[in-house]
């Protein structure tokens, strides 16, 4: 009797301790089809997300088994990782493949999306990747850069399809990708309209000369919330990966 009542102490002590944050690491990166500066920075790209934790990369400009680059980008650099899971969507067909944006992560993924967004005059079609995991969503986009009247019909479309799908999400939601736009742009003045700025405004463009921020990291405000543990722009060892720097984020939640 005496074990039992230690016991059911020592329980209801627990159920009264606050649960411990928790930390996870995200990264964004367009990476340029591994292809702007080396004839294949992969193994370095690979290489960098372990070295930073990333649990969970948005990949923008991967092609996929076309005649530029025959093999399937978005798997080869899971495999190199060690087998990670990966999400890729196909913005548009390209030299008899195609090309788009992806996602790895180490966590299991228990659903999958491939949001298709609209074409502007001028510019090209665009898409999100998207995974659902246990404990969070992660999107990876990448809007128009000829056009900023497409980008915003772009940034619109996700708002409205987040919202509609996400909204009320009892776990985090985020968004991550190459946006095109510097941050006093109306399409990131549309985004915050339902998402949270977590990343900052250090430079993501170009590697040779640095001067826009246009890589960034968001949060769905209708989602369970998060805080920036803390936020970087990973510049040392990465100029000759590709022409945009990679933006690495901790939050706790």
């Not at 930390?23 to 990476?31: A, C, D, F, K």
């Not at 996929?64 to 890729?88: D, M, P």
């Not at 640095?210 to 990465?238: M, N, W």
Request: proline fraction near 4%; include cysteine.
């Amino acid at each position: 009797m005496k074990r039992l009542s230690f016991l059911l102490l020592v329980a209801l002590a627990a159920c009264g301790r606050p649960a411990e944050p928790q930390l996870l690491t995200l990264m964004s990166y367009n990476v340029g089809v591994f292809s702007k500066y080396q004839e294949s920075s992969m193994p370095g790209v690979a290489q960098l997300i372990r070295d930073n934790g990333a649990a969970y990369v948005a990949l923008n400009e991967l092609d996929s088994c076309n005649r530029r680059h025959g093999t399937y980008q978005l798997q080869e650099l899971a495999e190199a990782l060690g087998g990670w899971n990966y999400q890729f969507a196909s913005a548009f067909p390209y030299a008899g493949g195609a090309y788009g944006n992806g996602v790895v992560t180490d966590r299991r993924i228990t659903g999958r999306y491939k949001l298709a967004l609209p074409k502007g005059d001028g510019s090209e079609p665009r898409s999100v990747a998207v995974v659902e995991t246990q404990e969070c969503v992660f999107g990876s986009v990448h809007l128009d850069y000829r056009s900023q009247d497409a980008a915003l019909a772009q940034m619109k479309t996700v708002n409205d399809w987040f919202t509609k799908v996400y909204g009320g999400a009892k776990k985090p939601v985020f968004l991550c990708g190459d946006f095109n736009v510097t941050p006093d742009s109306e399409v990131i003045a549309e985004a915050l309209t339902c998402w949270t700025l977590l990343s900052d405004d250090g430079f993501t463009h170009s590697t040779t000369n640095p001067r826009h921020c246009i890589d960034y990291i968001f949060s769905l405000k209708d989602a369970k919330q998060v805080e920036v543990e803390s936020c970087e722009v990973l510049t040392e060892g990465t100029a000759d990966l590709s022409d945009h720097f990679p933006v690495k984020l901790t939050v706790k939640f």
